[in-house]
């Protein structure tokens, strides 16, 4: 539940977001004291905060771990950075590794 200010009587009215479809945007509400409806607009904001350190973006070594994942070919060589989520990839592999040839699907 959440607490808005009625612009008519100016009371504070409960709304529930929850059981409405759409929860950004503007929605019409019925206060509970006065009676009157009036639109209430829904904004959602961002938040930032300082996750953990970074050294290798001060000069440090990056923390690489190997990325899984499926199918495989996509992962095949990919590290990422554990601290700053930089990626690279150990190999080299083309679009046609990843095609399946009418012989290899007759095998299965």
Known sequence: METVTCPYCENNTKIN?????????????????????????????????????????????HKWKQVVGYPEIHFKGRYRCEDCSTEYCSTEYTLQEEVVTEDELSKN
Not at 34 to 49: H, M, N, Q
């Open 17 to 61: 977001p929850i059981d409405r479809e759409h929860y950004d945007g503007e929605e019409e509400y019925e206060c509970e004291h006065c009676g009157k409806c009036f639109e209430v607009l829904a904004e959602t904001y961002t938040r930032y905060s300082a996750c953990d350190k970074a050294d290798c973006l001060n000069g440090g070594n």
